[in-house]
T-cell receptor, first 112, second 113 residues
Framework: GEDVEQSLFLSVREGDSSVINCTYT??????LYWYKQEPGAGLQLLTY?????DMKQDQRLTVLLNKKDKHLSLRIADTQTGDSAIYFC????????????FGGGTRLMVKP | DAGVTQSPTHLIKTRGQHVTLRCSPI?????VSWYQQVLGQGPQFIFQ???????GRGNFPDRFSARQFPNYSSELNVNALLLGDSALYLC????????????FGEGSRLTVL
């Protein structure tokens, strides 16, 4: 079955880089996603990576994919206090569509 | 442009009652999906509707049902509420039926007492 796992919590200082890690199980996933959830809000798509790519960079965000180890990471450069939120990785379901399997989320706390 | 809107934002029900949650997708989006997010966990897929037809269903009991209307808005219905149904119910819309690029509403927070 599908299972996506993330560490629960990460604390960094403002200006440092943050790295949020994720492991997934479904090797057939075509795309993998990172979503952000701020308090009291829904989820916002941050970025995604196609499964035949190793890396994708989008401004301060860098996604690394190790398909062999089924490991996905999100690096946020120059982390700001406004980046404090919960970050979810997600893989596509077996039948694709809009079905995503989310991890439990990593709460990022940025200290000034 | 209006994003995905959900109503009500908060509601309290008692065990055994029924609830209906509503969602209006972004204009032009024909696909709507529903997710349940229990406190402290990631969202879990419940349903997807595209062009008024059910296209996917997650591992939820038959007490959960949904439908999509001609204007692409959607309702999620839950019968015989249990305490464990307490959660944030998120609606997401998408212009494409086969994509994980979802636009989420802020959710309806359901508390079952």
């Amino acid at each position: 079955g599908e299972d996506v796992e993330q560490s629960l919590f990460l604390s960094v200082r403002e200006g440092d880089s943050s790295v949020i890690n994720c492991t997934y199980t479904d090797s057939s996933s075509t795309y993998l996603y990172w979503y952000k959830q701020e308090p009291g809000a829904g989820l916002q798509l941050l970025t995604y990576i196609f499964s035949n790519m190793d890396m994708k960079q989008d401004q301060r965000l860098t996604v690394l994919l190790n398909k062999k180890d089924k490991h996905l990471s999100l690096r946020i450069a120059d982390t700001q206090t406004g980046d404090s939120a919960i970050y979810f990785c997600a893989e596509e379901g077996n039948n694709a569509g809009n079905m995503l399997t989310f991890g439990g989320g990593t709460r990022l706390m940025v200290k000034p | 442009d209006a994003g995905v809107t959900q109503s009500p934002t908060h509601l309290i029900k008692t065990r055994g009652q029924h609830v209906t949650l509503r969602c209006s997708p972004i204009s032009g989006h024909k696909s709507v999906s529903w997710y349940q997010q229990v406190l402290g966990q990631g969202p879990q897929f419940i349903f997807q509707y595209y062009e008024k037809e059910e296209r996917g269903r997650g591992n939820f009991p038959d007490r959960f049902s949904a439908r999509q209307f001609p204007n692409y808005s959607s309702e999620l219905n839950v019968n015989a509420l249990l305490l464990g149904d307490s959660a944030l119910y998120l609606c997401a819309s998408s212009p494409d039926r086969d994509t994980g690029e979802l636009f989420f509403g802020e959710g309806s927070r359901l508390t079952v007492l």
